[in-house]
C-alpha cells in the first residue's frame, strides 16, 4: 500500500507542476516554491517509436509511469529526449532510481538506468544512456537496472513489479528466489511478526511464527501476552482463565492486593490476616488468631461483630 507521502510524489508528476518536454528543455528551468527536480537526458540509438520513464524510492514508486509520445505514430529519431521532472522539496537528500526503457511496437528493445540524490530548490541533471534492454520479468538480471528478477511481474513477493528488491527480502539466482528476512523488522510473505530479534519465549518465535498465548502488532511487531487464557507467560503474575477483575487475577493478569494465586490456570485465595477483606471472608483483624471475634478462617465468631478493615471486632 502506498503511503500518503509516497501519493503526494505521484500527484506532482499529474498535475501542470510536472514539465513534459522533448529535447530541447530551457536551461533557465524555474522551481517554483516548495518543489525540487531533475533535467533528464535520454540517448539512445535503437529504432524505437516510445520511450517509458518511470522512478522509484526504495521499494516504492517515485512517481507514474510516463510513455512518450501516447499514441506512437512513427520511429522517433536518434538522438536525444530530455524531460523535467519536479518533485516536493520535502524529498530533499533522498536518492531516487530513474529507468529508461526504448519501445518499439510496445516490446522493450532497449533501457538505462540512473540514481540522483534531490537537491531542495534546484533542478539537476541526469543522463541515462540507453543500451541493452532490461525487460522485467524474464528471470535475467540487467546489472546496473535490475536487483532482481523472478520471471513475474508481480510485487509483494521479494522482488517488484520493475525488478527492486523490497523491503524485508532476500532474494538471489536467475530467476531470483526470494525469501523472507526474519528478524528485520518486517512482516512479509508467510511471516505471521517480525520483533526485529531471532528469539523465541518473547512472543514472536525465531521463525517470525506467533507463539501460543500471545498477540503481536505492527512492524517491528510489538508483543504481549494474552490475559485470560490460564497460561502465565511475559510480564504476566497470574492467569485464572478469565478477564473479570476482583477474583485474585485483575483484567491484566496482575495478582491483586489481598490475595494469592497459584498454578496455570491461576487459583486464588485471599489471605486471611493481611487486614483486607476479600472474597468469601468475613472479617480480617490482620492476625490469624481466633478467639478475638474474628477466627483464624476470617469468619465472624459467635457473639461478636466485626466492621471495618482491618476489622475491628466488639463482643
Not at 15 to 38: D, H, I, M, N, Y
Not at 185 to 210: A, K
Amino acid at each position: 500500500m502506498i503511503s500518503n507521502k509516497l501519493f503526494f510524489r505521484a500527484l506532482i508528476l499529474v498535475t501542470p507542476w510536472a514539465l513534459l518536454c522533448s529535447a530541447g528543455c530551457s536551461e533557465k528551468t524555474t522551481v517554483e516554491q516548495g518543489l525540487t527536480g531533475v533535467r533528464l537526458l535520454i540517448r539512445y540509438s535503437e529504432n524505437i517509436d516510445q520511450i517509458r520513464i518511470s522512478g522509484s524510492l526504495g521499494d516504492e514508486p517515485a512517481f507514474e509511469t510516463t510513455t512518450w509520445p501516447e499514441s506512437p505514430s512513427k520511429p522517433l529519431e536518434e538522438g536525444e529526449y530530455s524531460i523535467v521532472i519536479l518533485f516536493p522539496e520535502t524529498l530533499n537528500g533522498e536518492t531516487v532510481t530513474l529507468r529508461a526503457d526504448g519501445l518499439r511496437q510496445g516490446e522493450v528493445v532497449t533501457s538505462g538506468t540512473t540514481s540522483i540524490t534531490i537537491m531542495g530548490g534546484e533542478i539537476i541533471d541526469a543522463t541515462i544512456t540507453m543500451i541493452d534492454p532490461a525487460i522485467c520479468g524474464d528471470g535475467i538480471i540487467r546489472e546496473g537496472i535490475e536487483e532482481c528478477d523472478d520471471s513475474n511481474s508481480t510485487s509483494g513477493d521479494g522482488c517488484s513489479d520493475t525488478c527492486m528488491l523490497e523491503d524485508g527480502w532476500l532474494c538471489s539466482g536467475e530467476p531470483s528466489e526470494c525469501e523472507t528476512v526474519c528478524g528485520d523488522g518486517f512482516v512479509r510473505g508467510d511471516e505471521e511478526c517480525d520483533d526485529t530479534n531471532s528469539i523465541n519465549g518473547d512472543g514472536c518465535s525465531d521463525s517470525c511464527m506467533l507463539e501460543e498465548g500471545w498477540q503481536c502488532n505492527g512492524e517491528p511487531s510489538v508483543c504481549e501476552p494474552i490475559c485470560g487464557d490460564g497460561i502465565i507467560r511475559g510480564g504476566k503474575e497470574c492467569d485464572d482463565g478469565n478477564s473479570t477483575s476482583g477474583d485474585g487475577c485483575s483484567a491484566n493478569c496482575v495478582v491483586e492486593d489481598g490475595w494469592f494465586c497459584s498454578g496455570e490456570p491461576s487459583v486464588c485465595e485471599p489471605i486471611c490476616g493481611d487486614g483486607l477483606i476479600r472474597g468469601d471472608e468475613e472479617c480480617d483483624d490482620s492476625n490469624s488468631t481466633s478467639g478475638d471475634g474474628c477466627s483464624g478462617a476470617c469468619k465472624v465468631e459467635g457473639g461478636w461483630h466485626c466492621a471495618g478493615e482491618p476489622s475491628v471486632c466488639t463482643p
